[in-house]
């Protein structure tokens, strides 16, 4: 289960295992495995001096979650519908 999973806080979410709860690299997987995935909210990092994350501006959210290069600001996020 999801036990066995590694958790590294420092890494980004192993997407596969945010969207599934399942991760079929188990415990050689190089990402982290949040134990509450579902309920806790991702931290985006603070980057300032870099432009702010172009995906995070347009759709509030970025896959790349600890490794993006780019800063992802509170509140610069206006997610469009359609």
Do not use: I
Request: proline share 13%.
């Amino acid at each position: 289960g999801a036990d066995a999973l590694p958790q590294r806080p420092d890494m980004a979410p192993c997407s596969f295992f945010v969207r599934t709860g399942h991760c079929k690299y188990g415990a050689t997987c190089k990402w982290d495995h949040p134990p509450d995935r579902k309920s806790k909210k991702l931290v985006l990092p603070r980057r300032e001096g870099q432009p702010t994350c172009p995906h995070f501006l347009k759709f509030g959210h970025c896959g790349f979650y600890q490794q993006c290069k780019y800063d992802h600001p509170p509140g610069a996020a206006t997610p469009t519908n359609g």
